[in-house]
């Protein structure tokens, strides 16, 4: 079921400069709609890695949607993603969940 409060991001493979800049692009496609969307989830069940490019461009559409009162959340990281994270110190900065179904059960019913 589609939420217009909460958008859906699944970038897929390697997220590094290449994927960074796309994944940039869709979230600044999300800002320019304004379209009600509150929420940005990116889900990373199909991502197997991620470089210090795509942490960066993580923190930048943080920066952004942040700026904009708009949320990002991250769901279903894989081990080299959680390491990435917590060496960064990135984990204590984004909302982490399991998957998304733990998403929804945990911030939809917040609302």
Request: proline share 3%; net charge negative; with cysteine.
């Amino acid at each position: 079921m589609a939420n217009p409060v909460v958008k859906v991001i699944q970038p897929n493979g390697i997220l590094d400069s290449t994927q960074g800049q796309e994944f940039r692009q869709t979230v600044n496609e999300i800002l320019e709609q304004d379209n009600g969307t509150r929420i940005v989830l990116i889900d990373f069940k199909n991502v197997t890695f991620m470089d210090s490019s795509g942490l960066g461009a993580l923190v930048l559409a943080f920066k952004a949607l942040r700026a904009a009162d708009k949320k990002l959340i991250i769901c279903a990281i894989n081990e080299q993603v959680r390491i990435l994270f917590e060496l960064t110190g990135m984990d204590k900065v984004f909302e982490i969940f399991p998957n998304e179904e733990e998403f929804n059960k945990t911030v939809m019913s917040r609302s």
